[in-house]
């Protein structure tokens, strides 16, 4: 499963992949061949994304199997000075043998784009070749040029790629990409296997990262930080209107000036997931208090209200499933509106006792 580029859906895609086929009776490997965005996590090299999806699928393989390469700045920079020659392409190929045996199939999700890992020989193509695997490729709607996206991985791939899933397409676009996008590409050869509307819930980002992003101090509430966020409204308002705006959208963030505590009371009188407090100024105790009563995080940033607007904007569309809410609702997207039969059809595969 790889991408023409970042955060396109791959991990979601695995995951709505791998369900499916364990429903149908499929034993189902995974790995992620190769990852540079790895961390250490008590002592130890991981990638989130293998973590969690050992995690979703009950996959038991140890993680140097599910991720064998996982690579952090320091070791990159080794590689590139020459300090590092391992043969991680080796290392791949031995962990897939292990991890392959005794499955009907293995899902390998690639890097963050499709070139991910040249340095090492491990891009997605150089890994397909290498494992005479398919390729899948997820490509994201902006525009029309969707289509020179997938006939760009079409030129890429050659005849080891099935086809491409169209991800996160606008509600007013989709009859556009069924009627037009769709006919055009499988005309050219390339088989769409399924076209996935954009999704507010999955576009989402949890209370707990914008703290993170923002560099801030959760004030209350921690226990409320899973929650997610799927709007974003600054709060620089009268407070004759502010109810009114804040009743427009649900499950909001609000971000507004510590020294606004009218515009706090009227927030938190609406459906909204966390306050983001501007300026580095704390809250009065009575705020503080209305916030714990009916359960919403107050997050006290360091940044100006403008500032902190741009820094989480950059983040909305950019996070991952790691959440059970948009798992499920990524997987009821999946029933409806991807082609499972084709895709079985075009890897031979069989769903078991059918």
Not at 88 to 109: I, N, P, T
Not at 200 to 217: D, H, P, Q
Not at 224 to 243: H, K, P, Q, W
Not at 335 to 353: I, V
């Amino acid at each position: 499963i790889t991408s023409t580029e970042t955060f396109a859906g791959k991990t979601s895609l695995c995951v709505g992949l791998g369900h499916r086929f364990q429903q149908d009776g499929l034993r189902v490997g995974y790995m992620k061949p190769i990852s540079m965005t790895a961390r250490k996590v008590r002592g130890r090299l991981v990638d989130e994304d293998a973590d969690f999806m050992c995690e979703v699928l009950g996959v038991c393989e140890p993680m140097d199997l599910v991720a064998p390469v996982a690579l952090h700045p320091q070791h990159i920079e080794d590689i590139l000075s020459g300090q590092e020659v391992e043969s991680y392409v080796a290392r791949v190929k031995d962990a897939f043998a292990v991890l392959s045996r005794d499955k009907d199939v293995v899902l390998m999700e690639g890097g963050a784009h499709c070139m991910e890992g040249a340095m090492v020989n491990l891009a997605a193509p150089q890994v397909i070749r290498l494992l005479e695997a398919k390729a899948l490729v997820v490509v994201r709607y902006s525009d029309e040029t969707v289509v020179d996206m997938a006939l760009g991985a079409r030129m890429l791939h050659g005849e080891a790629m099935l086809g491409v899933v169209i991800n996160s397409v606008p509600r007013q676009r989709m009859p556009f990409v069924h009627e037009v996008v769709r006919p055009f590409l499988e005309w050219r050869g390339v088989p769409v296997f399924g076209i996935l509307p954009r999704e507010r819930l999955l576009m989402a980002i949890s209370v707990g990262e914008l703290a993170e992003v923002l560099n801030g101090e959760i004030l209350c509430c921690p226990e409320s930080t899973g929650e997610l966020v799927e709007y974003l409204m600054v709060g620089a308002m009268s407070v004759d209107s502010a109810l009114t705006y804040f009743r427009r959208k649900p499950n909001k963030a609000v971000i507004t000036g510590g020294d606004r505590p009218d515009i706090q009371l009227a927030a938190l009188e609406t459906s909204t997931k966390c306050i983001i407090l501007t300026g580095n100024l704390y809250p009065s105790p009575l705020i503080l208090g209305r916030a714990e009563e009916v359960g919403v995080p107050m997050i006290l940033v360091k940044h100006d209200t403008m500032s902190a607007v741009e820094t989480i904007e950059r983040f909305f569309g950019k996070t991952r499933l790691h959440q059970s809410k948009k798992v499920r609702r990524f997987l009821e997207m999946m029933e409806d509106r991807f082609e499972f039969e084709a895709l079985y059809k075009a890897l031979d595969l069989e769903a078991k006792g059918k």
